[in-house]
């Protein structure tokens, strides 16, 4: 979204996407083999939908960064992607609507976390600008 107005820095941008990924990516892969639910078409690990989580990632990350002018589109996007896996049988609904929420709650946990770390800070007492790093819940 190259020249895209936002508010975030390009490092609070990359620093959440990659943290968005990283945690859907093990969250989502532990889910699958921890419930290990068979798929509509025989197959195995079906909870949560990974191509849906990825997707909800992505459209929350858009649209947090960058407004619901951009975010509406990624959505429609995302949920194409969603409602695809289960029209294909490769997905129960429920699986898909974890996906999305599971994408979702991680976007949203990184970009909270990344716009703490790379926002900075006066310092009331001397005025000076800092940069510290923190991640309040």
Request: glycine share 10%; with cysteine; aromatic share 10%.
């Amino acid at each position: 979204l190259l020249g895209a107005r936002t508010e975030d820095s390009t490092g609070s941008i990359i620093a959440s996407a990659a943290l968005a990924t990283t945690t859907m990516e093990l969250l989502c892969q532990a889910s699958k083999r921890w419930i290990n639910e068979r798929r509509p078409d025989g197959g195995f690990k079906s909870f949560p939908s990974g191509h849906t989580t990825a997707a909800f990632t992505g459209a929350e990350l858009i649209r947090l960064h960058y407004g619901w002018g951009w975010g509406a589109g990624a959505y429609a996007l995302a949920t194409a992607v969603g409602v695809s896996r289960v029209v294909h049988n490769r997905h129960w609904w429920w699986d898909a609507a974890a996906g999305a929420a599971l994408g979702v709650a991680c976007a949203n946990l990184s970009v909270k976390c990344c716009r703490a770390w790379f926002s900075p800070r006066v310092d009331p007492q001397s005025g000076t600008l800092c940069l510290g790093v923190s991640c309040c819940f």
